[in-house]
């Protein structure tokens, strides 16, 4: 581009503004493939970062043998953590206490007045559970009492309710039983934030079970898990199975990999569509400017100038896109909670989203004026200036 004599870039500017009505709908056109881009890769980056912080690496998990990351479905004695804590010199104590959450963990049918009755995720805990699951915190009411139950913050969206159907003292039914809600948790934007919790307890009276799904314990340090690994291949006789807390999310991102896969398609397919559409508006835009182009060129502006602004106004256009669909998708979307099969989690529209959203847009921007360039290229100077 040395010695390139270019046009003003003012030039380019102005030509944006000459015609508002294509403008318009090329701005709103690439503003909503960003925005498309930007939820997708938000849904994907909230997905992995809930099941990220929902491990924590000092946290072992022991359930029935085979369960592979179907807790829901693993079924132990009841007798298992006391057999853990006497025979494996492995877990945390303090003042006295031993960081040992026995859970029964499963999916059961939830009915909320006004709302009907929704696939719901419940967890039987006892109050040890807060040493092993240090990123929960109650935000709102008290622990959960008899016939009581603890609300996640995601909770309602999971169960399709309103954070009002499940605000403190309303009641919900599972399991044939009435219970009333006691508190609201938070978990730091982990898959425990889309559960509702109760006394361990109730549940099993409820379901008439004297099982546990699983036991959740704090290690006292990092090489302790091969002493409880081990403990899990003796006891055959038990048929148990230990694994790593992060492991285990990281095995459901694993599982969770043909949904983002398909996401990440659906990001490809999006941007294809503004690209082609960025094609034609501005293939069409050339078309109706070949005077203008080549009286351009007549005055002394090379081929190349002349594409170099076209890239211009295409980028432009695209950056000023990019930058709305990002405002936009921060007002409605960031934050926003999604309902999925593992529970719930929300959108983040984070650094990553909005790099991948603005790169596509410039993408588009720039890919749609290479068919004005080719025009140009081809276009003859004398049968251009007689054009109507």
């Known amino acids: 581009m040395l010695g390139l004599r270019l046009l003003p870039w003012e030039y380019g500017v102005r030509n944006l503004f000459r015609r508002p009505l294509r403008t318009a709908l090329t701005f709103a056109a690439l503003s909503t493939v960003v925005f498309l881009v930007l939820i997708v890769a938000g849904f994907i980056r909230g997905l992995e970062k809930s099941l990220e912080v929902s491990g924590d690496p000092q946290v072992a998990i022991v359930s029935s043998q085979g369960m592979g990351e179907n807790l829901e479905y693993s079924s132990i ?152 690994q081990a403990f899990c291949k003796e006891r055959y006789d038990l048929e148990l199975q230990a694994i790593r807390e992060p492991e285990y999310f990281a095995g459901l991102q694993r599982d969770y990999g043909p949904i983002k896969q398909l996401s990440w398609l659906v990001v490809v397919i999006v941007s294809a569509a503004g690209v082609f559409s960025g094609l034609n508006t501005m293939y069409g835009s050339v078309v109706g400017r070949v005077r203008e182009l080549a009286t351009l060129q007549a005055i002394g502006f090379l081929r190349r100038a002349i594409v170099v602004s076209l890239v211009q106004e295409g980028t432009l256009l695209a950056a000023a896109a990019s930058l709305a669909a990002c405002l936009v998708a921060f007002a409605v979307a960031h934050g926003a909670a999604v309902k999925f099969t593992m529970g719930a989690f929300v959108l983040q529209i984070d650094g990553a989203a909005v790099l991948l959203g603005c790169l596509s847009g410039i993408a588009v921007g720039v890919l749609g004026s290479l068919p004005a360039a080719i025009r140009i290229f081809t276009m003859q100077v004398v049968e251009a200036l007689k054009a109507i």
């Open 77 to 228: 004695a009841a007798g298992t953590p006391d057999y853990l804590t006497a025979s494996v010199n492995a877990v945390q104590t303090r003042f006295g206490l031993k960081h040992v959450s026995p859970e029964l963990y499963l999916g059961t049918m939830v009915k909320i007045e006004g709302t009907g009755e929704s696939m719901g995720l419940v967890r039987g805990v006892q109050p040890s559970v807060l040493l092993v699951r240090r990123q929960v915190e109650l935000v709102d009411g008290k622990w959960p009492g008899p016939s009581e139950i603890l609300v996640g913050r995601l909770a309602p969206t999971k169960l399709g309710a309103t954070k009002e159907q499940l605000a403190v003292g309303r009641q919900i039914e599972l399991e044939g039983k009435k219970w009333t809600v006691s508190g609201t948790f938070a978990a730091r934007g982990s898959v425990f934030e889309a559960e509702l919790w109760c006394r361990l307890d109730d549940l099993q009276r409820a379901m008439k079970r004297e099982d546990l799904s699983l036991v959740a314990l704090t290690l006292d340090s990092p090489g302790s898990f091969g002493k409880l």
